[in-house]
């Protein structure tokens, strides 16, 4: 049915698929998935149901519900009528996934992210800044999706599907609000060209994100200094991942974010 870097989707019957995941060492985030949606299946919030964890060759994997509808990604791109309600639709999705009180079993974020920073696709002043600033931030005991974007939120009958919940932690709010701006403005989509092709949807882009924080505003207080913290950590970690269309961005959002740290290191190592 479709396949991504990280899990392929196969149809089982009608109502359900099997999502396998590539690696078999991957069997840990399968179960963290499978956790954070039970979670918030009951607490109500509009996430696919789960059956069960199986493995395949080794390779673990989640039975969920068949979902056959469209993401709002692909709405917006193929119905731009319906623009002007998709990004209210996801700030009180936002929202409302946030009211949720993670599990404790779920991986406290701030040690996810110290591991990703530790990569080498971090650049060494960087990553020294962006683990100092780690330190300071909340650690927070809410839901943490990590991938909440319009390309995430399935339309589904009677309302709609968060999906995709590889990265969820245990994390402060604000996190992941800073995680979304990220990839709402500026995260590479794959299948509409090049990043140079791309650069004529920022004006767009940057008003759906907009449109998103004022729904979400209106739904549940924002801290706006964590945000603002949490942004240039995650921009760092963020390069972890391997992105190359995105990777002179991340640095230009790490840096100005992180300079008064970076400038302090290098008093102290001088």
Known sequence: ?????????????????????????????????????????????????????????GRPGLVLERLEGADLLTTMLTRPWKLPAMPRVLGRLHASLHEIRAPAELPELRGELRRRLESELVP???RAAAIRALAALPEGDRLYHGDFHPGNVLR?????????????????????????????????????????????????RWSLYAAYMRAYRRARAVDRKSLTVWRPVLAAARLAEDIPQERRRLIRIARRGLNHRIAALDEGMS
Do not use: H
């Not at 701006?181 to 920022?202: D, E, K, N």
């Open 124 to 126: 060494e002043a960087l």
């Open 156 to 204: 589904r009958a009677g309302g709609y599907a968060v999906i995709d919940w590889k990265n969820v932690a245990r994390a402060d709010p604000a996190a992941d609000l800073a995680r979304t701006r990220l990839l709402m403005i500026g995260a590479w989509i794959p299948g509409l060209g090049s990043r140079f092709l791309q650069l004529p949807l920022a004006p767009f």
């Open 1 to 57: 049915m479709g396949s991504g870097r990280e899990a392929e989707v196969f149809a089982i019957d009608e109502d359900r698929v099997l999502r396998l995941a590539r690696r078999p060492d991957m069997r840990e985030a399968v179960e963290r998935e499978q956790l954070a949606l039970s979670t918030a299946s009951r607490s109500g919030a509009p996430v696919p149901a789960v059956y069960e964890t199986l493995e395949v060759d």
